[in-house]
């Protein structure tokens, strides 16, 4: 068993993914490479010796979390850790946007440099009970930061006795932002949590497919989809009920909009309730919309009512995105993404005619949660992308904007925006694939294509726009190629995995 949930549910803490994964944050090189040296069990982390700042864990933690209605999170934490608070302005607009309204608050205990002298259990305990006492949350979710992780605080035995006290769930959990560089630990950890404090064993079984996703922008759209192949839809976490979580181990299956994401808790939830989970390439363009589909079709049994579904579709769209792709074709890009959508949406743009000269993810996982590879990085590499000039970037802008200057590419493709407006500023055509569901099948590849065809049709803004900055690049800068100066392969923690196994 890979994950193997029925041991690990007794301990609040999760080891993180460079532990549990392999996973890395430095490489330079190509696809093809660091597939077969993942293969050969040969692949090291390569560090820098100079790096920008990236993202904490925590925040990706808590934020998971924050997105279930009527739940509260105690932030264990300075101040300045709870900045990443502001992302609960956007849940709540997507929670109003959904009908529904959402009495989730996250509390920061505000440690000072006291507390970290004489720890704050007590206070922590005072908040906890005003915090039930205020906003009768659900269930209760008491989070560690870097200063709790360094003065030892025992939040699990505090959370222990808060949970025989109060008539909710009161559950720990280990997100010091210190111990992984990998922000996306922080998915497993919430995964984790809601697992031990909600999740309940199966009553029965319902005809229901489990989306996990980030903010279900075409919630609609995809229901309607699945009610013409006679299954209903959950969505999670944003906008869901602790009473709605409870019962995943009902579902018929579960899928997610990215491995990166959904490793942790699809694996956990296969292996400790049999819900199948849907570990193909994901729903972008469509080879990966036809497989995904007909996946979920085969763990369903509803394999004839998805083929019905996929003829009528690819009747429709499959002509006019042939059309488009005569104005694609020659076109080259620069992608740069989290680790999954880095591979996926480098499919999709490979099956519209446009070259990807260069890939950078921000980490990359050795294998995930069921001890095969990332599904997206082998289908591009079995499907011709061997050659595809590959980092593993970190979130690095400077390693971006080297890779920009000297690929000098028609567009650059990221999902973050912070590293979008700096490609704008060097004069280079951007696309910000923000929301999750932007190649979504057959009629979101089309409207993608047509969208990228308006972002390069018209390129004033950033000619204009770098005509006018001045960066702090110098051309002798540029030469230094800074994202291959990564120092050598530093070993793998001894827990990592010694190789791939076979997909
Ligand atoms: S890395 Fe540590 S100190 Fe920084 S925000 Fe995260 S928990 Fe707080």
């Known amino acids: 068993m890979a994950v193997d949930f029925s041991t690990r549910k007794r301990n609040a803490a999760l080891p993180v993914r460079e532990a549990r994964l392999g996973s890395i944050t430095g490489y330079s090189g190509t696809l093809c490479d660091l597939a077969e040296r993942s293969c050969a069990g040969t692949l090291k982390n390569r560090d820098r010796c100079f790096s920008q700042s990236s993202l904490c864990l925590s925040i990706c933690a808590i934020t998971q979390l924050q997105g279930i209605l009527d739940i509260a999170v105690v932030y264990h934490a300075p101040a300045g850790c709870c900045a990443g608070a502001a992302r609960k302005l956007v849940l709540d607009q997507l929670t109003a946007r959904a009908g529904r309204v959402s009495r ?268 095969r590879v990332p599904p997206a990085l082998a289908h591009l590499e079995a499907s011709g992308g061997a050659d595809i000039g590959l980092s593993v970037a970190d979130m690095q802008n400077y390693e971006i904007m080297s890779i920009l200057h000297r690929y000098k590419p028609d567009l650059y493709f990221s999902r973050h925006p912070g590293s979008t407006v700096w490609a704008i500023k060097q004069g280079v055509a951007a696309f910000y694939v923000a929301d999750e569901y932007t190649i979504f099948g057959y009629r979101n590849t089309y409207l993608f294509a047509q969208a990228v065809l308006d972002t390069i049709r018209n390129r004033s803004f950033e000619k204009n726009l770098a005509a006018h900055i001045k960066l702090p690049y110098t051309d002798w800068w540029y030469q230094q190629q800074t994202d291959m100066m990564l120092a050598p392969d530093t070993a793998l923690t001894p827990e990592a995995p010694a190789a791939w196994e076979a997909p």
């Not at 004489?118 to 930061?145: C, D, H, M, V, W």
């Not at 984790?192 to 079984?205: F, I, Q, S, T």
């Not at 880095?342 to 050795?366: K, Q, S």
């Open 104 to 371: 989730t608050v996250l509390v920061g205990s505000d440690l000072n440099e006291r507390d970290t002298v004489f720890g704050s259990g007590e206070s922590l305990k005072e908040i906890t009970r005003k915090t039930y006492e205020e906003y009768k949350p659900n269930a209760i979710f008491i989070a560690s930061s870097c200063v709790t992780g360094v003065i030892g605080e025992d939040i699990d035995a505090l959370a222990a006795e808060l949970a025989e006290e109060l008539p909710v769930p009161v559950e720990p959990i280990h997100c010091e932002g210190f111990k992984s560089r990998i922000w996306a630990s922080g998915f497993d950890i919430a995964d984790h949590a809601v697992l031990r404090a909600l999740v309940k064993p199966p009553k029965e079984k319902r005809n229901v497919i489990v989306f996990k996703n980030f903010y279900e922008s075409h919630r609609q759209y995809i229901t309607d989809i699945f009610h013409q192949i006679g299954m209903e839809t959950q969505f999670i976490y944003l906008n869901s009920t602790t009473e709605e979580l409870a019962r995943l181990s009902e579902a018929a299956a579960m899928v997610c909009v990215c491995g990166t994401l959904g490793t942790y808790l699809g694996n956990a939830l296969e292996e400790e309730y049999g819900v199948p989970y849907i570990r193909t390439i994901n729903f972008c363009g469509i080879t990966g919309f036809e497989t995904w589909m007909r996946e979920i079709g085969a763990k369903t049994g509803k394999s004839a009512e998805v083929e019905a579904y996929l003829a009528k579709e690819r009747a429709t769209y499959l002509p006019l995105i042939e059309a488009l792709k005569k104005d694609l074709a020659g076109l080259r890009a620069v992608v740069g993404m989290g680790p999954g959508y880095t591979y996926e949406v480098t499919r999709a743009l490979r099956e519209l005619g446009i070259e990807v000269v260069w890939a950078a993810a921000w980490h990359y996982d050795y294998q995930y949660d069921d001890n």
